[in-house]
Protein backbone atom coordinates (compact mmCIF):
# COMPACT_ATOMS: atom_id res chain seq x y z
CA UNK A 1 0.00 0.00 0.00
CA UNK A 2 1.63 3.28 -1.39
CA UNK A 3 1.16 6.10 1.70
CA UNK A 4 -0.31 8.45 0.15
CA UNK A 5 -3.06 5.75 -0.04
CA UNK A 6 -2.54 5.10 3.59
CA UNK A 7 -2.92 8.39 4.66
CA UNK A 8 -6.58 8.76 2.72
CA UNK A 9 -7.38 6.06 4.49
CA UNK A 10 -6.35 7.38 8.24
CA UNK A 11 -8.45 10.52 7.11
CA UNK A 12 -11.80 8.62 6.31
CA UNK A 13 -11.28 7.25 9.66
CA UNK A 14 -10.92 10.02 10.92
CA UNK A 15 -14.00 11.81 9.18
CA UNK A 16 -16.09 8.52 10.58
CA UNK A 17 -15.01 9.39 13.84
CA UNK A 18 -16.09 12.57 13.48
CA UNK A 19 -19.42 11.75 12.18
CA UNK A 20 -20.17 9.19 14.92
CA UNK A 21 -19.08 11.74 17.91
CA UNK A 22 -21.63 14.31 15.69
CA UNK A 23 -24.18 11.67 15.95
CA UNK A 24 -23.24 10.69 19.64
CA UNK A 25 -23.71 14.13 20.80
CA UNK A 26 -27.21 15.33 18.57
CA UNK A 27 -28.05 11.93 20.61
CA UNK A 28 -27.08 13.55 23.97
CA UNK A 29 -28.62 16.77 22.86
CA UNK A 30 -32.24 15.81 23.17
CA UNK A 31 -31.42 15.42 26.77
CA UNK A 32 -28.76 17.42 27.58
CA UNK A 33 -27.52 20.92 27.48
CA UNK A 34 -24.56 21.80 25.07
CA UNK A 35 -22.64 22.84 27.90
CA UNK A 36 -22.39 19.46 29.73
CA UNK A 37 -22.04 17.73 26.20
CA UNK A 38 -19.01 20.26 25.99
CA UNK A 39 -17.97 19.41 29.51
CA UNK A 40 -17.95 15.21 29.13
CA UNK A 41 -16.17 15.65 25.78
CA UNK A 42 -13.48 17.41 26.65
CA UNK A 43 -12.98 15.78 30.48
CA UNK A 44 -12.36 12.68 28.41
CA UNK A 45 -10.53 13.86 25.73
CA UNK A 46 -7.56 16.14 27.83
CA UNK A 47 -5.76 13.19 29.38
CA UNK A 48 -6.04 10.93 26.12
CA UNK A 49 -4.50 14.28 24.21
CA UNK A 50 -1.97 14.58 26.91
CA UNK A 51 -1.07 10.72 26.94
CA UNK A 52 -0.54 11.12 23.24
CA UNK A 53 1.44 13.97 23.53
CA UNK A 54 3.55 12.96 26.01
CA UNK A 55 4.32 9.41 23.69
CA UNK A 56 4.81 11.64 20.27
CA UNK A 57 7.28 14.31 21.57
CA UNK A 58 7.57 14.15 25.53
CA UNK A 59 6.02 16.72 28.14
CA UNK A 60 7.83 19.39 26.23
CA UNK A 61 5.71 19.05 23.51
CA UNK A 62 3.06 20.57 25.67
CA UNK A 63 5.70 23.76 26.73
CA UNK A 64 4.41 27.05 25.24
CA UNK A 65 5.37 30.98 25.61
CA UNK A 66 1.77 32.17 24.48
CA UNK A 67 -0.60 31.45 26.88
CA UNK A 68 -2.59 34.61 26.09
CA UNK A 69 -2.87 32.89 22.16
CA UNK A 70 -4.00 29.71 23.58
CA UNK A 71 -6.66 31.21 25.77
CA UNK A 72 -7.91 32.75 22.73
CA UNK A 73 -8.03 30.26 20.62
CA UNK A 74 -9.61 27.91 23.45
CA UNK A 75 -12.25 30.54 23.59
CA UNK A 76 -13.22 30.66 20.11
CA UNK A 77 -13.57 26.37 19.91
CA UNK A 78 -15.54 26.57 23.17
CA UNK A 79 -18.10 29.18 20.67
CA UNK A 80 -17.18 26.93 18.19
CA UNK A 81 -18.34 23.23 20.21
CA UNK A 82 -21.45 25.15 21.75
CA UNK A 83 -22.49 26.41 18.07
CA UNK A 84 -22.43 23.01 16.56
CA UNK A 85 -23.99 20.84 18.86
CA UNK A 86 -26.77 23.46 19.94
CA UNK A 87 -27.53 23.85 16.03
CA UNK A 88 -27.33 19.65 15.64
CA UNK A 89 -30.20 19.60 17.89
CA UNK A 90 -32.26 21.99 15.93
CA UNK A 91 -31.35 20.63 12.85
CA UNK A 92 -31.03 17.44 10.81
CA UNK A 93 -27.63 15.92 10.88
CA UNK A 94 -26.23 15.96 7.42
CA UNK A 95 -27.70 19.54 7.17
CA UNK A 96 -25.49 20.76 9.84
CA UNK A 97 -22.83 18.98 8.12
CA UNK A 98 -23.40 21.13 5.32
CA UNK A 99 -23.45 24.51 6.41
CA UNK A 100 -20.49 23.53 8.92
CA UNK A 101 -18.37 22.97 5.10
CA UNK A 102 -18.88 26.76 4.89
CA UNK A 103 -15.40 27.22 7.03
CA UNK A 104 -13.12 26.74 4.64
CA UNK A 105 -15.32 29.67 3.03
CA UNK A 106 -14.59 31.98 5.71
CA UNK A 107 -11.16 31.36 6.06
CA UNK A 108 -10.53 32.42 2.23
CA UNK A 109 -12.29 35.70 3.03
CA UNK A 110 -11.31 36.45 6.46
CA UNK A 111 -7.68 35.43 6.02
CA UNK A 112 -6.92 39.36 4.11
CA UNK A 113 -8.27 41.61 6.99
CA UNK A 114 -7.27 39.13 9.82
CA UNK A 115 -3.39 37.99 8.21
CA UNK A 116 -2.74 40.71 5.48
CA UNK A 117 -3.10 38.06 2.46
CA UNK A 118 -3.79 38.93 -0.51
CA UNK A 119 -6.98 37.24 -1.32
CA UNK A 120 -7.07 36.48 -5.60
CA UNK A 121 -9.86 36.28 -7.32
CA UNK A 122 -10.41 32.74 -7.89
CA UNK A 123 -10.56 31.80 -4.39
CA UNK A 124 -12.45 35.04 -3.76
CA UNK A 125 -15.13 33.75 -6.73
CA UNK A 126 -15.27 30.26 -4.99
CA UNK A 127 -16.13 31.85 -1.76
CA UNK A 128 -19.01 33.80 -3.06
CA UNK A 129 -20.38 30.53 -5.13
CA UNK A 130 -20.35 28.53 -1.55
CA UNK A 131 -22.33 30.89 0.20
CA UNK A 132 -24.83 30.61 -2.72
CA UNK A 133 -24.50 27.10 -1.63
CA UNK A 134 -24.99 27.72 2.02
CA UNK A 135 -27.71 30.24 0.85
CA UNK A 136 -29.34 26.88 -1.00
CA UNK A 137 -29.63 24.92 2.15
CA UNK A 138 -30.37 27.72 4.31
CA UNK A 139 -33.55 28.75 2.39
CA UNK A 140 -36.45 30.06 3.91
CA UNK A 141 -38.64 27.58 6.20
CA UNK A 142 -39.40 27.42 9.45
CA UNK A 143 -38.39 29.36 12.28
CA UNK A 144 -36.50 27.23 14.15
CA UNK A 145 -34.73 25.72 11.67
CA UNK A 146 -33.89 29.50 10.45
CA UNK A 147 -32.28 29.97 14.13
CA UNK A 148 -30.37 26.43 13.95
CA UNK A 149 -28.76 27.26 10.50
CA UNK A 150 -27.79 30.77 11.60
CA UNK A 151 -26.01 29.04 14.62
CA UNK A 152 -24.50 26.76 12.20
CA UNK A 153 -23.22 29.26 10.51
CA UNK A 154 -21.66 30.82 13.80
CA UNK A 155 -20.06 27.34 14.28
CA UNK A 156 -18.31 28.01 10.98
CA UNK A 157 -16.95 31.31 11.50
CA UNK A 158 -15.57 30.16 15.14
CA UNK A 159 -14.14 27.09 13.21
CA UNK A 160 -12.87 29.25 10.55
CA UNK A 161 -10.91 31.41 12.94
CA UNK A 162 -9.51 28.68 15.03
CA UNK A 163 -7.93 27.34 11.79
CA UNK A 164 -6.99 31.24 10.50
CA UNK A 165 -5.11 31.65 14.11
CA UNK A 166 -3.25 27.97 13.67
CA UNK A 167 -2.20 29.34 10.32
CA UNK A 168 -0.47 32.24 12.16
CA UNK A 169 0.90 30.79 14.74
CA UNK A 170 1.19 26.98 13.81
CA UNK A 171 5.18 27.52 12.85
CA UNK A 172 5.38 28.85 16.42
CA UNK A 173 4.05 26.76 18.74
CA UNK A 174 4.11 22.99 18.82
CA UNK A 175 1.00 20.92 17.22
CA UNK A 176 -0.01 18.77 20.79
CA UNK A 177 0.50 22.17 22.16
CA UNK A 178 -1.85 23.70 20.14
CA UNK A 179 -4.80 20.59 21.09
CA UNK A 180 -4.33 20.31 24.32
CA UNK A 181 -4.87 24.18 25.16
CA UNK A 182 -7.72 24.62 22.67
CA UNK A 183 -9.35 21.65 24.54
CA UNK A 184 -8.45 22.64 28.23
CA UNK A 185 -9.88 25.70 28.16
CA UNK A 186 -13.57 24.21 27.02
CA UNK A 187 -12.99 22.27 29.85
CA UNK A 188 -12.39 24.67 32.37
CA UNK A 189 -15.17 26.99 30.70
CA UNK A 190 -17.98 24.50 31.02
CA UNK A 191 -17.07 23.21 34.22
CA UNK A 192 -17.55 26.52 35.05
CA UNK A 193 -20.81 26.61 33.64
CA UNK A 194 -22.18 23.25 34.47
CA UNK A 195 -23.88 23.90 38.06
CA UNK A 196 -26.32 26.04 36.54
CA UNK A 197 -27.62 23.20 33.38
CA UNK A 198 -25.96 19.95 35.62
CA UNK A 199 -28.62 16.67 34.71
CA UNK A 200 -27.41 13.50 36.40
CA UNK A 201 -26.73 11.26 33.28
CA UNK A 202 -28.87 7.92 33.14
CA UNK A 203 -27.96 4.60 32.79
CA UNK A 204 -26.41 4.36 28.77
CA UNK A 205 -26.07 8.15 28.52
CA UNK A 206 -22.90 7.57 30.57
CA UNK A 207 -21.23 5.63 27.79
CA UNK A 208 -22.67 8.29 25.26
CA UNK A 209 -20.31 10.75 26.93
CA UNK A 210 -17.61 8.41 26.68
CA UNK A 211 -18.03 7.92 23.66
CA UNK A 212 -18.32 11.53 22.65
CA UNK A 213 -15.02 11.93 24.12
CA UNK A 214 -13.20 9.06 22.39
CA UNK A 215 -14.62 9.46 19.37
CA UNK A 216 -13.26 13.09 19.82
CA UNK A 217 -9.87 12.40 20.71
CA UNK A 218 -9.85 9.70 18.08
CA UNK A 219 -10.54 12.12 14.78
CA UNK A 220 -8.32 14.45 16.11
CA UNK A 221 -5.75 12.06 15.80
CA UNK A 222 -6.04 10.14 12.53
CA UNK A 223 -6.62 13.25 11.05
CA UNK A 224 -3.04 14.48 12.18
CA UNK A 225 -1.38 11.47 11.42
CA UNK A 226 -3.30 11.41 8.17
CA UNK A 227 -0.87 14.64 7.10
CA UNK A 228 2.05 12.49 7.72
CA UNK A 229 1.65 10.21 5.17
CA UNK A 230 -0.50 12.19 1.99
CA UNK A 231 -0.10 15.66 0.97
CA UNK A 232 -2.36 17.83 2.38
CA UNK A 233 -4.03 19.02 -0.86
CA UNK A 234 -4.68 15.24 -1.51
CA UNK A 235 -5.99 14.01 1.73
CA UNK A 236 -7.97 17.31 2.93
CA UNK A 237 -10.69 16.76 -0.09
CA UNK A 238 -11.92 13.81 2.01
CA UNK A 239 -13.19 15.81 4.73
CA UNK A 240 -16.25 15.90 2.53
CA UNK A 241 -16.74 12.11 2.72
CA UNK A 242 -18.69 13.43 6.44
CA UNK A 243 -21.60 14.33 4.00
CA UNK A 244 -22.21 10.73 3.52
CA UNK A 245 -21.60 9.37 6.80
CA UNK A 246 -24.31 12.24 8.03
CA UNK A 247 -26.36 11.33 5.57
CA UNK A 248 -26.09 7.74 6.10
CA UNK A 249 -26.30 8.18 9.98
CA UNK A 250 -29.34 10.91 9.82
CA UNK A 251 -31.56 8.43 8.07
CA UNK A 252 -30.96 5.58 10.25
CA UNK A 253 -31.18 7.13 13.59
CA UNK A 254 -33.03 9.62 13.15
CA UNK A 255 -35.57 8.92 9.97
CA UNK A 256 -34.14 12.36 8.31
CA UNK A 257 -34.01 12.32 4.30
CA UNK A 258 -32.95 15.14 3.07
CA UNK A 259 -34.08 17.21 0.50
CA UNK A 260 -32.92 17.19 -2.73
CA UNK A 261 -31.72 20.90 -2.19
CA UNK A 262 -29.22 19.90 0.79
CA UNK A 263 -27.42 17.96 -1.56
CA UNK A 264 -27.55 20.99 -4.35
CA UNK A 265 -26.18 23.28 -2.04
CA UNK A 266 -24.06 20.97 -0.06
CA UNK A 267 -22.43 20.30 -4.17
CA UNK A 268 -22.25 23.91 -4.12
CA UNK A 269 -20.41 24.13 -1.39
CA UNK A 270 -17.78 21.21 -1.59
CA UNK A 271 -16.98 22.33 -5.44
CA UNK A 272 -16.47 25.87 -4.22
CA UNK A 273 -13.96 24.39 -1.12
CA UNK A 274 -12.01 21.90 -3.65
CA UNK A 275 -11.56 24.67 -5.86
CA UNK A 276 -10.25 27.18 -3.41
CA UNK A 277 -7.87 23.90 -2.01
CA UNK A 278 -6.96 23.26 -5.72
CA UNK A 279 -5.57 26.85 -6.31
CA UNK A 280 -3.27 26.74 -2.90
CA UNK A 281 -1.90 23.54 -4.48
CA UNK A 282 -1.20 25.33 -7.40
CA UNK A 283 0.21 28.58 -5.43
CA UNK A 284 2.36 26.37 -2.94
CA UNK A 285 4.01 24.36 -5.77
CA UNK A 286 4.83 27.58 -8.04
CA UNK A 287 6.40 28.88 -4.80
CA UNK A 288 8.59 25.88 -3.83
CA UNK A 289 12.47 26.88 -5.06
CA UNK A 290 13.54 24.87 -8.02
CA UNK A 291 16.00 22.35 -7.84
CA UNK A 292 18.14 23.39 -10.69
Known amino acids: MSSSLLGILIMCAGVLCLALGDAVSKWLGGT ?21 ARWRGGWAALRTRRPGV ?10 TMFCFVTGLTLLPLAETTAIA ?22 PALASLVGFLGVLIVVRPGAA ?21 TARRYGGKERLWA ?7 VPLVVSALL ?7 PQG ?9 GVLGMGAVSFITLAFRYAPAALAAPFDYTAMVWAVLLGWWLWGEVPDVW ?3 GAGVIIASGLAIALHERRVAIKARPSST
Open 32 to 52: YDPIQIIFFRTLVSLPLIALL
Open 70 to 79: HLLRGLIFTG
Open 101 to 122: FAAPLFVTLLSGPLLHERVERL
Open 144 to 164: GAQWGALIVIGAAICYALMMI
Open 178 to 184: MVFYATL
Open 194 to 200: LPSVWRT
Open 204 to 212: IHWLGFICS
Open 262 to 264: VFV
